[in-house]
């Protein structure tokens, strides 16, 4: 359903590929480990072509018809758009209030202009920047890349190119994919449109595309209310996640990122649009080039074969040269390098004292949040911008602009990942003025930098808190978005709602998680996070799931619950 409702897989053909992957181990693997993999599948019912049992839950109806094509975004992955309603979801998001679906801009959209090489280019709202086939998941499927390669093939043998401006990324997961689209002749395709072979794995998905077109990042830089846009193959679109200067992120399949990269904008609605002019001076429509995955899918048995796999992965293991002439030493702990920019040893590894549960007491508000703040929003792995509380400690290290590199690549360095927490440009704290990291020391009523706040408060051994709404730390599963909120000094978070693993891993970190009770919000209570805190627990003891009392400054008082669901994190809590 994925790529077109009019070109459905049949059933059949997916069941004898299936098959075939199982008999004649198309990827390689181990004979044994196939075997029992498939008696694994077949017990549990599972298999493609066995009989789907009946459950007592009964038979769910689902009418094909009614599937078509989707894209998501602008800011969160599950938020879907019909293919054919792209262009007036996109013109509707502009003036729509600041949040999931919105932009805020309070004027109509103007008209930039953008000189690229000795050409001009008149830019709008919606201008794709950056098209990237990019992600570890879908980019190792078959059907989905040798479709894409199709789609370039007809694209440039129609005479379509991509926007010069547009920076265009290939990332496959696989090296095996670089096989099949070489064996089967598609790169050179791919290529010509500017669809390059980068790397391999989580890229741009993870903000890891790096610099845009310097004349790209100028304009963006010097127009903040310009709306650019990333078009990617991913399956993370989070605010500022792909690029700090991209507002707007969509999720599409491959063959649709060329799509939009060849439109070089999002404000297309492809059914009466064309893509461009072809080379007999005739539009050119998606629906003239775009590939029949029935075909793809009958074909794979013939476009892909076990050679390929097994040339990738004998040698998996093997680093290219330069990796291979690393001197490292065999001994059986890491030897920490006290000069390292990269590596270096943080405080929560070992002799980390335990929590002791007492009441926390004249706690300040660090941050003040709503609904969906995600991890890209706590710890995110983009970039590192120049101005930065990380950028001024690595130029203190000796680390020139240009080597800053990303958060995501200095993750090993917890004096970096600490200032990088919180740092991005799309974090709305209801406690600063403007969008970004910032927020407001509450004792001088001053705005700074969120890490310059927190520091001040660890001067005066001032606790702190978090508030937030639904869904807080929502999105991938990032170790650091604990680790950072611990080390800033946060002792709580309350919120209305978390996402499973970031709460989880938050208890790991020594920070307790808060739930508000009921109907009970900050904003039914109102919080301005200016108060003074108290939370104040039973005799020193805690139960899975008890309530507590909250007091503040002001004379509210509310109840929270303790959302450390199991005994095991009762224990991970306590051990900090």
């Keep these: 359903f994925f790529f077109s409702s009019r070109r459905r897989h049949t059933r059949s053909s997916l069941v004898s590929w299936a098959r075939r992957c199982v008999q004649e181990t198309v990827t390689g693997r181990p004979e044994k480990l196939v075997k029992i993999t498939e008696e694994y599948f077949r017990k549990q019912k599972?298999?493609?072509?066995?009989?789907?049992?009946?459950?007592?839950?009964?038979?769910?109806?689902?009418?094909?018809?009614?599937?078509?094509?989707?894209?998501?975004?602008?800011?969160?992955?599950?938020?879907?758009?019909?293919?054919?309603?792209?262009?007036?979801?996109?013109?509707?998001?502009?003036?729509?209030?600041?949040g999931h679906r919105g932009f805020g801009l309070k004027a109509?959209?103007?008209?930039f202009s953008l000189t690229y090489g000795k050409e001009e280019h008149k830019i709008k709202d919606g201008a794709i920047f950056l098209a990237a086939i990019t992600s570890c998941t879908n980019t190792s499927n078959p059907t989905a890349l040798l479709g894409a390669g199709l789609f370039a093939k007809a694209a440039v043998e129609h005479g379509l190119k991509v926007p010069p401006y547009v920076k265009s990324v290939l990332a496959p997961g696989s090296k095996v994919v670089t096989e099949y689209l070489e064996?089967?002749?598609?790169?050179?395709?791919?290529?010509?449109?500017?669809?390059?072979?980068?790397?391999?794995?989580?890229?741009?998905c993870i903000g890891n595309s790096r610099s845009l077109n310097p004349e790209v990042e100028e304009l963006l830089a010097k127009n903040e209310e310009l709306i650019g846009c990333a078009v990617l193959s991913g399956n993370r679109n989070f605010e500022a996640r792909i690029h700090p200067l991209l507002k707007g992120n969509y999720l599409a399949n491959?063959?649709?990122?060329?799509?939009?990269?060849?439109?070089?904008?999002?404000?297309?609605?492809?059914?009466?649009?064309?893509?461009?002019t072809g080379n007999n001076g005739k539009p050119v429509y998606l629906r003239d080039i775009w590939p029949n995955y029935q075909k793809i899918?009958?074909?794979?048995?013939?476009?892909?074969?076990?050679?390929m796999f097994q040339k990738v992965y004998s040698n998996v293991q093997v680093g290219n040269q330069s990796w291979e002439e690393i001197k490292v030493e065999a001994t059986p702990r890491y030897d920490w390098d006290p000069k390292s920019s990269y590596i270096r040893r943080p405080p929560f590894i070992g002799g980390q004292a335990k929590v002791s549960i007492t009441d926390i007491k004249n706690a300040n508000c660090l941050l003040f949040v709503g609904d969906s703040v995600t991890t890209d929003h706590i710890s995110p792995v983009s970039s590192i911008p120049k101005n930065?509380?990380?950028?001024?400690?690595?130029?203190?290290?000796?680390?020139?602009?240009?080597?800053?590199?990303?958060?995501?690549?200095?993750?090993?360095?917890?004096?970096?990942?600490?200032?990088?927490?919180?740092?991005?440009?799309?974090?709305n704290n209801k406690m600063a003025s403007k969008i970004g990291q910032l927020t407001n020391y509450v004792p001088e009523n001053k705005e700074m930098n969120i890490y310059e706040a927190a520091m001040k408060y660890q001067k005066t051994n001032t606790p702190l808190i978090l508030i937030a709404g639904k869904d807080y730390g929502q999105g991938s599963s990032r170790d650091w978005a604990a680790k950072g909120t611990l080390m800033l000094g946060v002792k709580c978070v309350i919120a209305e709602s978390y996402e499973r693993i970031h709460r989880s891993n938050l208890a790991g970190m020594g920070v307790m998680p808060l739930q508000f009770v009921g109907s009970d919000n900050a904003k039914s209570l109102g919080l301005?996070?200016?108060?003074?805190?108290?939370?104040?627990?039973k005799n020193g003891k805690l139960n899975c799931g008890q309530e507590i009392t909250k007091e503040t400054s002001t004379g509210k008082q509310f109840k929270c619950k303790v959302r450390l669901d199991t005994e095991r994190e009762i224990e991970y809590y306590k051990c900090g």
Excluded: W
């Design 528 to 537: 301005t996070g200016k108060e003074k805190f108290n939370i104040l627990f």
């Design 254 to 276: 491959p063959a649709l990122v060329i799509a939009f990269a060849i439109a070089g904008k999002m404000t297309i609605d492809f059914e009466k649009e064309p893509l461009g």
């Design 388 to 427: 930065s509380p990380a950028a001024k400690y690595l130029t203190s290290m000796g680390v020139k602009p240009e080597d800053y590199n990303t958060y995501g690549a200095r993750r090993g360095n917890h004096e970096v990942m600490m200032r990088g927490t919180f740092a991005n440009k799309g974090l």
């Design 46 to 98: 599972l298999f493609a072509g066995d009989d789907i049992p009946e459950y007592p839950l009964g038979t769910v109806k689902v009418d094909l018809d009614s599937i078509g094509t989707t894209i998501s975004g602008p800011k969160r992955p599950f938020d879907t758009i019909p293919l054919n309603t792209v262009k007036e979801n996109f013109e509707t998001s502009l003036n729509a209030p600041l």
């Design 183 to 204: 064996q089967n002749n598609l790169l050179p395709y791919l290529e010509k449109l500017g669809f390059f072979i980068t790397g391999y794995g989580c890229m741009s």
């Design 108 to 111: 109509k959209s103007k008209e």
């Design 297 to 307: 899918t009958d074909s794979l048995p013939n476009l892909i074969n076990q050679n």
